[in-house]
């Protein structure tokens, strides 16, 4: 079964950092982009960023409001995804997803993980 | 960035009626763009790709269309599963965008 499963979210202040992870499983990790994608409970989605996979040369895409401040990794032997969260403030209050997607462009968030919420706040 | 518009933004509807859900980009997307389903507290599923491809394991009751730059999400039977909420997504230029969403509710 495929599966992406958040963890990491919490209560952190306002100029803190924090470090989501999202763990894939049943399926050839390697071969994916991994995305992040956030949504403010009861709002709409934002697309936070990409990691392309080993192929592509992991080169990262970020959203203009988090770039500069969050950061995306992998780690490939540990079927994982990271995301670095720095500099963090009221608005990054959110639901972060995980999503899985194919570099061919078709077979875009077609896997999903549950979320992992993320509360900055003093 | 290219701007999603999602319309309608809610609607109310009963089982068995037909749903028709529409998002226009802002410029040319090809056909690089997908419709999800988000029931509440949920993360969302995805329906169609390619604009107009039924992803696996999805009724066949869902379906997707594309004229230029506005596409299509149409529900022929509304069943009680699917209330929930509509998301469009362009994915041929970063940032990827979602539409702002169409809340589907029981009349």
């Known amino acids: 079964e495929v599966q992406l499963v958040e963890s990491g979210g919490g209560l952190v202040q306002p100029g803190g950092s924090l470090r989501l992870s999202c763990a894939a499983s049943?399926?050839?990790?390697?071969?994916?982009?991994m995305d992040w994608v956030r949504q403010v409970p009861g709002k709409g989605l934002e697309w936070v960023g990409r990691?392309?996979?080993?192929?592509?040369?992991?080169?990262?895409e970020y959203a203009a409001s988090v770039k500069g401040r969050f950061i995306i990794s992998r780690d490939d032997s540990k079927n994982s995804v990271y995301l670095q969260m720095n500099s963090l403030k009221i608005e990054d209050t959110a639901v972060y997803f995980c999503?899985?997607?194919?570099?061919?462009?078709?077979?875009?968030?077609?896997?999903w993980g549950q979320g992992t919420m993320v509360t900055v706040s003093s | 960035d290219i701007q999603m518009t999602q319309s309608p933004s809610s609607l109310s509807a009963s089982v068995g009626d037909r749903v028709t859900i529409t998002c226009r980009a802002s410029q040319g997307i090809r056909n690089d763009l997908g419709w999800y389903q988000q029931k509440p507290g949920k993360a969302p599923k995805r329906l169609i790709y390619a604009a107009s491809s039924l992803q696996s394991g999805v009724p066949s009751r869902f379906s997707g269309s594309a004229s230029g730059t506005e596409f299509t999400l149409t529900i022929s039977s509304l069943q009680p599963e699917d209330f929930a909420t509509y998301w469009c997504l362009q994915h041929h230029t970063y940032p990827f965008t979602f539409g702002p969403g169409t809340k589907v509710d029981i009349k």
């Open positions: 999503a899985r997607s194919e570099s061919s462009g078709i077979h875009v968030f077609d896997t």
């Open positions: 049943g399926f050839t990790f390697t071969n994916h982009y």
């Open positions: 990691s392309r996979n080993k192929a592509n040369s992991y080169t990262p």
